[in-house]
């Protein structure tokens, strides 16, 4: 016995299907949202000579739901050779909330050329205006590193 469908059956299915697929991405969506806002984004935007050295431009954007009343991180500097040159700390001060702030360090008597990668090592300050239980990390953990420049930058 053959079974056959009309036209109204394929239509309905469609119908069906579409609802299903655009149901699980409207549910989905806000946690995709939230997930995405939950980050300390902090590119190493430039790396510019000057007279007396490196200047490095970092661009800092708090979506982590949390201000900063002070925020400053320990950084490793790796030579092009891959060895470790040099320990710092660079002060980012505050940054608020749905913030994104500018903020320049210069290291004097290195060449931009031979910093061939920065290790974020640590928050050496993680001043949270309303701490929060479970936020003790966030500096590090909401931390995503990225670069526009030639020098690796990771943590």
Known sequence: MKQTFGKGFLSHRRT???????????????????AAENNLSLELNRASETANGCM?????????GQALGGLAYEFVLFNADGLVDQMTAFDFGAIQDQKTVVRQFELA???CPSIGKILVNGAARCDLVDPQPGTENMCITALEPKTRTTIAFIK
């Open 109 to 111: 008597g290195v060449k």
């Open 16 to 34: 069906t299907v579409c609802l299903a697929a655009t149901m699980a991405y409207a549910l989905s969506a806000p946690f995709v949202v939230q």
């Open 56 to 64: 490095l431009s970092f661009v800092a954007s708090n979506s982590t």
